[in-house]
């Protein structure tokens, strides 16, 4: 596999995108560290992986559980070469001004807490491993980092916040530990949101009729799955197919270039010319 022998740890790997990521990594080769809140979800990891995956229940927002989980993957598997921070939460897309002050605030801390400061205190937790192997870290962003209409404002500037953590650390890490991130598009998964606005046991999945939602959002016309959002990881990860790449946001999303189903063109629509002779 492209990742054979390589150790690496995901958070928030019990579903979705993360759960995603740790079936391709496994089948590449890796090994994989996860930390994730969801003890059943962790139960479910290892039943499909066995040795293959290292279990750690926790918070990414504890800088302890972040320094427990490399800690684990350094004495499960000798060391650290890929660091995935992926755990996150989403406020819904809730307007602004449908948000009261105590959404604002308390949503605000929960929000920015994993989607910020988690990615920080991992990446803290995990520098000095990777840096012994030439490692990389790896931060799953998401068209919201990028551009308006991906969440609410509380989600959006988090994942803009996530640009910055990409860019100062692939700056400060060099050379020896590469950053990068990975803007997806909108997938149906367990996502949630902050308990703190009412939104802990909501689901993205839900609320969401997610197929057609998803596909008027793609420029391209697919309603992507978290698998089909794994590639980049694996690239990224890979020992010799990114060795140039750092403070890169690689942006998968295919919502930047909006979507034009009227548009009449013989590219979109092949086979539809209208001969006239
Ligand atoms: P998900 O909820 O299925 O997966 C996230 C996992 O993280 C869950 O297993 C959850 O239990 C875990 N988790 C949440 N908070 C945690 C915490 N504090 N500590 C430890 N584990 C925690 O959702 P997903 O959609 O796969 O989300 C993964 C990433 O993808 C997030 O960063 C999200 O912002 C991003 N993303 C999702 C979408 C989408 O439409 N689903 C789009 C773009 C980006």
New binding site residues.
């Given amino acids: 596999g492209r990742l054979s022998g390589l150790s690496t740890l995901v ?10 990521v740790v079936d391709r990594y496994i089948a590449e080769g890796a090994v994989v560290t996860v ?4 003890p059943d ?1 962790l139960r479910d990891l290892v039943a499909s992986h066995g040795d293959s995956v290292h279990p750690v229940q ?4 504890s800088g302890d ?1 972040n320094v427990a989980a490399v800690d684990a993957a350094l004495k499960a598997f000798g060391g650290l070469d890929t660091f995935v921070g ?5 406020d819904f897309g809730k307007p602004l001004l449908r948000m009261t002050m105590n959404d604002l605030e308390q949503g605000y801390r929960e929000l920015f ?3 910020v400061k ?1 990615y920080i205190v991992g990446a803290r937790a995990a520098a000095e491993a990777l840096a012994e192997r030439g490692g990389s870290m790896i931060f ?5 980092a990028l551009f308006p209409r ?1 969440g609410g404002v509380l ?1 959006t500037a988090s ?1 803009h916040a996530g640009v910055g953590v990409v860019s100062q650390l692939a700056y400060e890490l060099a050379p020896r530990v590469r950053v990068n991130a990975v ?10 949101g902050p308990r703190a606005m009412g939104l802990g046991e909501q ?2 999945t839900d609320i969401l009729p997610v197929e057609d939602q ?1 596909r008027q959002f793609s420029a391209l016309d697919i309603a992507p799955r ?1 698998e089909d959002y794994v590639d980049p990881y694996v690239l990224l990860a890979a020992r010799n197919e990114s060795r140039t790449v750092t403070g890169v946001v690689f942006d998968v ?1 295919a919502v930047g270039t909006p979507r034009r189903p009227d548009v009449d063109s013989d590219v979109a629509n092949p086979g539809t010319r209208k001969h006239t002779t």
Avoid: C, F, H
Avoid at 58 to 61: E, F, L, P, Q
């Fill in positions: 958070t928030g790997g019990g579903s979705g995108l993360g759960r995603a930390l994730e809140r969801s979800k926790g918070d990414v927002t559980d992926n755990a996150g939460l989403w807490d994993v989607n988690g799953t962003l998401s068209n919201a991906g989600y994942k803007a997806p598009g909108g997938m149906a998964t367990d996502l949630r689901s993205i998803l978290a999303s």
